[in-house]
């Protein structure tokens, strides 16, 4: 096992067959081993700086019905908003000037903003020295193509999973065919490209799991965002047990090994689920932080699941934060913008 782990580091490739069987090992002293080569690679590639990503929940205000999500369009139990385009401007200039290098937008998917509402958004963001991605969910190349002639640099827009019949039972009126279009269309648009998946989905395989990483390669995505599903309130899978943190963790550096220089955060959902599980993450091959950067009062309601894990200080106080927490494990807060470099 320990002989698969030296070849995806050297070589960075596996097989099906074999990611497979590292994925199904429960051996703790081959999985550390995995994460400590993974963390080995990240510094190989990346060093030791961490990039902060700052978040802002634009909108809860969704037209899908992702069967995990809390923002499902059927959920009635939660208050929808949407922030006002200068409110929005407002915050990511007040993260820019607290030392942001990227904003990112993040919605459910509707046509709440008008396409020249984001256009405006986007310039405003832009005229700042900053990075900008979108996470807007599934529109059209046209859509794509605007948000992109504004200044967008980056969009996000994860597959959730590449296994087709768990694809359709999870999102009821979506299309993967259309999924994979939309990456297809940002990839040739020249965004960079992030994308990524859930793990621990009701009868989720670890065959599928394989394929997910191997589709990250595939498509040559610049970040992956790889998180444990969570159990939310008022959506069809309420009573479905969580995903493993450890299992999301070893998707995330089979990941990192397989794709060494891509941007890999240590996603919130890892934090969520497990105490300390950024840090494990950041050790563990990831080199991206996503910190919300929302106002408090609003992003309760951007309730995707339960008990997110949240900053609780004030947006000028979060990068000294986090400075003081990654010192610990002696890693540092980049001040470039942190694109992909192939
Ligand atoms: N509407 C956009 C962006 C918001 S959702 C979109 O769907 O792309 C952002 C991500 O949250 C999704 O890609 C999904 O992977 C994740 N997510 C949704 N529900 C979740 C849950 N219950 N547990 C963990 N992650 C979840
Ligand atoms: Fe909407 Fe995105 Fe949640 Fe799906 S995952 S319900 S598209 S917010």
Sequence with gaps: MKKLIEKARDKHFLTKVELIELLECKNIEI???LFSTADII????LGEQIHLRGLIEISNICNQNC??????????????????PDKIIKTA???????FKT?????????????DQLVYIIKEIKKFDVALTLSLGEKSLEEYKTYKEAGADRYL??????????????HPNMSYSNRLKCLDDLKSL?????????????????????????????IEADMIGIGPFISSPNTPLENATNGDFLLALKV????????????????????????NGQLKALCSGANVVMPNITDKTICKNYSIYPNKANLNVELNKIKALLTNKFSTINRTISNDHGFHNR
């Design 31 to 33: 999985n550390n081993f």
């Design 42 to 45: 990240r510094k190989h590639y």
């Design 67 to 84: 069967f995990y999500c809390g923002l499902r369009n059927a959920n009635n139990n939660i208050k929808r908003y949407y922030l006002e």
């Design 93 to 99: 200039k007040n993260a820019i000037e607290a030392g």
């Design 103 to 115: 904003i990112v937008l993040q919605s459910g998917e509707s046509s709440v903003y008008k396409l």
């Design 157 to 170: 827009l994860r597959i959730e999973t590449t296994d087709k019949k768990l694809y359709k039972q999870m």
């Design 190 to 218: 020249n965004f960079e490209l992030g994308t990524g998946c859930l793990v621990g989905l009701p009868n989720q395989t670890f065959e599928s799991l394989a394929d997910d990483i191997l589709f990250f390669k595939e």
């Design 252 to 275: 995330m550096a089979l990941t990192r090994l397989l794709l060494p220089d891509i941007n890999i955060p240590a996603t919130t959902a890892m934090e969520t689920i497990e105490k």
